[in-house]
């Protein structure tokens, strides 16, 4: 995506959404949904869209663990490390996944594939332990089925 | 003429393959020439029969599971479309012990409706609470809520009927209806079932508390962790507003309700109602002073009801049977139902509504049937992140608000994670200090501070560096914690810590009690 689509396509979200009750969330949503990151000079506008000052705005994506300001990997692997998951080895299998990505949380492989992230919680703890990778919910995830979804999505194993 | 088949749409159910399942059996049904209505319900929360796969044969719904998509060809081959014999029958799930067992008020469709079709919601019995709310006073919705003795199930347990009173006597041109669907306790997941197995009844008990206390906007502030509930939330209020269950003119009445679905961003905190508003408003989820209460100056300084799911999604059953049906369930002053969650390592995880009072050993081995891994259960925690760790001691106490703070251990959300006897609780004390540092929104600094100081002061004592005096510090330190904090992040993080600290502090390196 270009510079210039990058900055209509904020603009576009953000002349939809701003009259709403509350906006600055769902429009921070809608832009990290179309660009899988919020950009840094994005800031700017979406500050005077909504009449805030660029330092509220700032503060409201560094405060919300699920925004990012970088681009993320292709996939995203949301890794569970509540209780739950840890009641069923969940610890162990995070060795394993940062071993197997040869990064750690809040890290992005090198050649851009994977990115991973600590998730408290994905409400799948009767399947424990479990991930997420983009809308897909994993349950009772082991060593192996972990490098089998890595297989599937791509991975050079 | 075809056969419905329900296979389960939940998240959980497809995590452990649920959409292969059903792929399979819509691609053998095809080669087989068989004609198949796949129905994609809620879960009926049994989850170790998940992908569970139910055929209506003469009207009745026989179950099989656990079904994995390489089933699939076996029960074609067993003629498992005419309720064939099969090594996976199960038979009707109402006659299975887990499901039998329980009383199934407020998730008394999930797993047997199609959760986005409001004709079948209308066709069992959906909507019949919202007709008995429009013919009645707001005083006498009020009234009925107020008799059930609900209590706000999010975990904090104050009577709903209370809250809604206020926002009804509270003089204002606008109020809102919250729904905290921020569903953030590890080991709870009844939220989530209920939003995507059940929608509209939710939608339904917001309407009706619109109704109650004079709001016409409603707001369901939804966790991103949930994509599923998300969609099918939508779907559903779409279905609504196309039918005048929401909008400018509810069946009818004159009556108006909005609602919208808003999505937060990651963060624990924002379960804290004045933290949910807060975000809510665009803003940085920082926890608020109390008071103002939220009923009086909430949501844009306007009165607003904020409540739980569970509590929304219970309204919809006492408005059609009245508050002494759903108060005559339940013991002392936790009326009504509990839906418990099994969460963790147990053999029958799963959804266990029931009447409180129930002890949690037999939640635990008359429903978990034990461990998943086959070792003794060494403590379970009840209440998600903030709850104390409840010892094999105390698994005679009944489920119950008021049994439970006795013990100083927490109920809240119902949700139960159990642990082996390979589980350290240092290491879960100090994952609990954790837990708060990342999450705490900063506002106080007992919380903000005290809980990086006490993953500190938890290393020390794991590492044996002045083990004795950093134990004296770490109670100080929650005593702080405990007493100074603004919310129950910070306020309650102590729990977890300290009755790991005195019901197990062998693994401390301690002496044991």
Sequence with gaps: MTASTTTETVQTIIAELKDKQGALLPILHGIQNALGYIPPDSVPAIAQGLNLSRAEVHGVISFYHYFRDTPAGKHTVHLCRAESCQSMGSNALEAHVKTKLGIDYHETTADGQFSLEPVYCLGNCACSPAMQIGEEIYGRVSADSFDDIMNDLGADA | ?513
């Design chain 2, 1 to 513: 003429m075809s056969t419905t088949i329900y296979i389960s749409g939940d998240s959980t159910a497809i995590s452990i393959g649920a959409n292969r399942t059903a792929a399979a059996v819509v691609k053998e049904a095809a080669q087989r020439g068989i004609a198949v209505n796949l129905v994609r319900n809620g879960s009926r929360g049994l989850f170790w029969l998940e992908p569970l796969v139910e055929v209506v044969v003469n009207n009745d719904r026989v179950a099989y599971g656990a079904v994995n998509h390489s089933d699939v060809a076996g029960l074609f081959d067993a003629d498992f479309i005419n309720g064939g014999h099969h090594s996976l029958a199960l038979g009707a799930v109402e006659e299975i012990p887990y499901f039998k067992k329980q009383q199934r008020l407020t998730f008394a469709r999930v797993g047997i409706t199609d959760p986005i079709s409001l004709d079948d919601y209308l066709a069992h019995d959906g909507y019949r609470g919202l007709k008995n709310a429009l013919a009645s006073s707001q005083a006498d919705i009020v009234k009925q809520v107020t008799d059930s003795g609900l209590r706000g199930r999010g975990g904090a347990a104050f009577p709903t009927g209370i809250k809604w009173n206020t926002v009804l006597n509270t003089p204002s041109e606008q109020k809102y209806i919250i729904c905290n669907a921020d569903e953030g306790d590890s080991g709870t997941f009844s939220d989530r079932m209920i939003m995507e197995g059940d929608p509209f009844v939710l939608i339904e008990g917001m309407t009706i508390a619109g109704l109650a206390v004079g709001a016409n906007q409603g707001f369901i502030y939804l966790r991103v962790e949930y994509p599923h509930a998300h969609k099918a939330l939508n779907a559903a209020i779409a279905k609504a507003y196309e039918a005048s269950y929401l909008g400018d003119n509810i069946q009818g009445s004159g009556k108006k309700f909005d609602l919208e679905v808003r999505l937060g961003a990651g963060a624990y905190v924002c379960g804290e109602e004045t933290s949910l508003m807060e975000s809510l408003e665009g803003k940085r989820g920082l926890v608020r002073f109390k008071p103002p209460l939220p009923a009086i100056s909430g949501l844009f300084g306007q009165p607003t009801v904020v409540n739980n799911v569970i509590s929304l999604a219970s309204v919809p059953v006492i408005l059609d049977k009245g508050g002494d049906y759903y108060r005559d369930f339940g013991m002392g002053r936790s009326r009504g139902t509990l839906p418990l969650q099994l969460a963790g390592n147990l053999k029958h995880t799963g959804l266990v509504e029931i009447a409180f009072g129930m002890t949690l050993r037999e939640l635990l081995y008359d429903f978990g049937c034990g461990s998943a891994t086959g070792r003794p259960i060494k403590a379970v925690q009840v209440g998600g992140p903030l709850g104390a760790f409840v010892p094999e001691s105390q698994f005679d106490t009944p489920l119950d608000y008021e049994a439970f703070a006795a013990n100083w251990t927490v109920l809240g959300h119902g949700g139960v994670v159990a642990f082996d006897d390979t589980m350290n609780m240092a290491e879960m004390a100090r994952y609990a200090m954790e837990f708060c540092a990342i999450e705490s929104c900063g506002k106080c600094t007992p919380c903000r501070i005290g809980s990086t100081r006490g993953i500190e002061v938890m290393d020390d004592i794991i590492n044996n560096v002045d083990r004795e005096k950093n134990v004296v510090l770490l109670r100080s330190l929650c005593d702080t914690l405990l007493n100074g904090s603004l919310c129950a992040l910070g306020g309650m993080t102590p729990y977890p810590v300290l009755s790991a600290l005195n019901h197990f502090p062998e693994d401390f390196g301690l002496d044991a009690v």
